[in-house]
Nanobody, 123 residues
């Protein structure tokens, strides 16, 4: 079992920054950790993923150069630094843990999910 708790969401103006955190507990060793988001009326979409070692990362094209995923395994925490935020980044952001793969962009391959944190970017 893995428990995930996100924090750090909020309201920010376009061009601003936020850092999301995801605190994990339970079986955390070896997990790939990802961030997904879901905007109103849209399907959940992949944002970023990081391998257990931190040596592999993937991003969706729309956030490349603006978002950075990182992790601190000693603290069992994954971060998503979001810079130059745009109104289209507005969504509920979820972190997720994948126990069986090194990295993946597919939501179906993640085994545990957090409850989500709201990010709202005003124009």
């Amino acid at each position: 079992q893995v428990q995930l708790v996100e924090s750090g969401g909020g309201l920010v103006q376009a061009g601003g920054s936020l850092r999301l955190s995801c605190a994990a507990s339970g079986r955390t060793r070896g997990n790939a950790m990802g961030w997904f988001r879901q905007a109103p009326g849209k399907e959940r979409e992949f944002v970023a993923v990081i391998s257990w070692s931190g040596g592999s990362t993937l991003y969706t094209d729309s956030v490349k150069g603006r978002f950075t995923i990182s992790r601190d395994n000693a603290k069992n925490t994954v971060y998503l630094q979001m810079n130059n935020l745009k109104p289209e980044d507005t969504a509920v952001y979820y972190c997720a843990a994948a126990l069986r793969v090194v990295v993946t962009t597919k939501a179906s391959e993640y085994d545990y999910w957090g409850q989500g944190t709201q990010v709202t970017v005003s124009s």
